[in-house]
């Protein structure tokens, strides 16, 4: 792929074993630093397919106090490096592999905006011009919360056109796991291994004492997980 002029990306992820005491998907601690590799590898993976420069940011060059503080300054630091559009992704989200990142850039090269939704009311994705960043409105949107991604669209949508792309799930729970395990195992060497672990999860016995809301794999959780990784 080509490389696109004045365009980078943001990658948003905590190391391994950071991510892996944030989220406790499994109560195990070696099953969530295997997990979060993975997801780790996965997301790294399809950066690099982009062509696109990126910036790693880990708990360790995020500043601010909250979760909004950090991704603003995150974006006005590459910004200030003389890119016109930024991208943001974290590491919870599969599907990035599947994600088209020439319409992306080409989008974004055509002065719109670019947003992918989770199905929580988040965002795996968000591409936004220079021209129309306002830090301290971005860095006041409501991260973490199911309006987020509304908010988002009007932010972005207020001074450019918007691109939206596919709608996908990212793993922030058990819950998650559980229904991309059921829904996916045969697609790739990934969804095995996400399905092995869910797999000795259910045979361990120290994770047998699981409280009730684990085993809800056929409706969605109300509660949502920011599209970027928080480091605390």
């Not at 420069?53 to 880990?58: L, S, Y």
């Not at 601010?64 to 992704?89: K, T």
Request: aromatic residues 10%.
């Amino acid at each position: 792929m080509k490389k696109p002029n004045n365009i980078a990306l943001i990658f948003f992820s905590r190391t391994k074993a950071d991510e892996a005491r944030q989220k406790s998907w499994f109560r195990v601690k070696s099953k969530n630093q295997e997990l979060a590799q993975l997801l780790i590898e996965r997301a790294s993976s399809a950066i690099k397919a982009s062509g696109i420069p990126v910036f790693h940011f880990d708990e360790q060059k995020q500043i601010g106090n909250s979760f909004g503080e950090r991704i603003a300054n995150a974006y006005q630091e590459v910004f200030d490096l003389g890119y016109e559009q930024v991208i943001s992704v974290g590491n919870d989200c599969p599907d990035l592999k599947n994600i088209n990142w020439e319409e992306i850039t080409q989008a974004l090269s055509s002065g719109k905006s670019v947003l992918g939704p989770d199905i929580r009311g988040g965002a795996y994705l968000i591409g936004i011009q220079k021209t129309e960043f306002d830090k301290t409105k971005f860095e006041n949107l409501s991260w973490q919360k199911n309006t987020l991604y509304s908010g988002l669209k009007e932010f972005c949508s207020s001074t450019s056109k918007l691109t939206e792309l596919t709608q996908f799930r990212d793993l922030n729970s058990l819950h998650d796991i559980q229904i991309i395990s059921f829904a996916r195992t045969s697609e790739d060497h990934f969804f095995k291994l996400i399905s092995r672990l869910l797999i000795s999860r259910i045979q361990s016995p120290v994770e047998s004492k699981t409280t009730h809301h684990d085993f809800h794999i056929f409706k969605d959780s109300p509660l949502r997980a920011p599209p970027f990784l928080k480091a605390s």
